[in-house]
């Protein structure tokens, strides 16, 4: 999931939600914010400065998991 060299891409903003599911605001510079809906629920999917954060909490690379077996 880290990708430094991808350039973001704009966000695509669909219609309007449901009143218990507000729409999120535009990303802040150098942040993509997705919602996932999945049969466990939905969960939010933001990449900030090229780490990915799932529902607040930081996802560990590939790379970081194998140099810490190491």
Same mark, same amino acid.
């Not at 942040?31 to 954060?53: C, K, N, P, T």
């Given at each position: 999931?880290?990708?430094p060299?991808?350039?973001?891409?704009?966000?695509?903003?669909?219609?309007?939600?449901?009143?218990?599911?507000?729409?999120?605001?535009?990303?802040?510079e150098?942040?993509?914010?997705?919602?996932?809906?999945? *049969?466990?629920? =939905?969960?939010?999917? $933001?990449? /900030?400065?090229?780490? !990915?954060?799932?529902?607040? *909490?930081?996802? =560990?690379?590939?790379? $970081?998991? /194998?140099?810490?077996? !190491?």
């Open positions: 999931m880290n990708a060299n991808l350039p973001l891409l704009p966000e695509v903003q669909l219609g309007p939600q449901p009143a218990d599911q507000p729409n999120l605001g535009p990303a802040s150098g942040v993509q914010r997705y919602v996932w809906h999945s *049969a466990y629920g =939905a969960m939010l999917i $933001e990449v /900030r400065d090229g780490a !990915a954060f799932v529902n607040g *909490a930081r996802v =560990a690379s590939m790379a $970081e998991l /194998r140099a810490a077996e !190491a």
